[in-house]
């Protein structure tokens, strides 16, 4: 079965999932291209640490999770950064607090790296499991 016939073939709450996630996704992505940083992180986790009530039937962590993952494979040149800022934002729309993290490593003549991901509750979402090589950073709040 084909890509768009298993699209098709999925209820219509995960349909709509699937293309809020790449919308996020493609924002995020040409974000990161043309805006300073702290505005695409301001913009996809404004609300985030401040979750809205859910009226129930709204889809799972696990779901918003889910649709990331699979829109990741329509929109080229994702990161797990784009990846973590679109889970927020979808995650933050969908009354879900969570928490971006990022992580450092390098040094001892080892080329920089950096790594992003998502956390909510102590528990990684998007981008994990992270490598011990990577020294997480102070805890980013999105409203600075």
Same mark, same amino acid.
């Given at each position: 079965?084909?890509?768009? +016939?298993?699209?098709?073939?999925?209820? =219509?709450?995960?349909?709509?999932?699937? !293309?809020? +996630?790449?919308?996020?996704?493609?924002?995020?992505?040409?974000?990161?291209?043309?805006?300073?940083?702290?505005?695409?992180?301001?913009?996809?986790?404004? !609300? %985030?640490?401040?979750? @809205?009530?859910?009226?129930?039937?709204? =889809?799972?962590?696990? @779901?918003?999770?889910?649709? !990331?993952?699979?829109?990741?494979? $329509?929109?080229? *040149?994702?990161?797990?950064?784009? @990846?973590?800022? %679109?889970? &927020?934002? $979808? $995650?933050?729309? *969908?009354?879900?607090?969570? &928490?971006?993290?990022?992580?450092? #490593?390098?040094?001892?003549?080892?080329?920089?790296?950096?790594?992003?991901?998502?956390? @909510?509750?102590?528990?990684? $979402?998007?981008?994990?499991? !992270?490598? #011990?090589?990577?020294? =997480?950073?102070? %805890?980013?709040?999105? &409203?600075?």
């Amino acid at each position: 079965m084909g890509s768009l +016939a298993r699209f098709i073939a999925l209820p =219509p709450a995960e349909r709509r999932l699937i !293309v809020a +996630a790449t919308g996020l996704l493609a924002a995020a992505r040409v974000g990161l291209w043309v805006l300073p940083f702290r505005w695409v992180h301001r913009a996809s986790g404004a !609300v %985030a640490n401040r979750p @809205r009530p859910r009226g129930g039937g709204g =889809p799972s962590v696990e @779901r918003i999770v889910w649709a !990331v993952g699979a829109a990741d494979r $329509l929109v080229p *040149r994702t990161t797990c950064l784009v @990846r973590a800022l %679109a889970a &927020q934002g $979808l $995650l933050a729309c *969908r009354g879900h607090a969570s &928490q971006l993290r990022l992580g450092v #490593a390098g040094g001892s003549g080892r080329a920089f790296e950096a790594h992003a991901w998502l956390e @909510r509750d102590g528990r990684i $979402l998007i981008g994990g499991p !992270v490598e #011990a090589r990577y020294v =997480p950073l102070p %805890a980013l709040d999105p &409203q600075r």
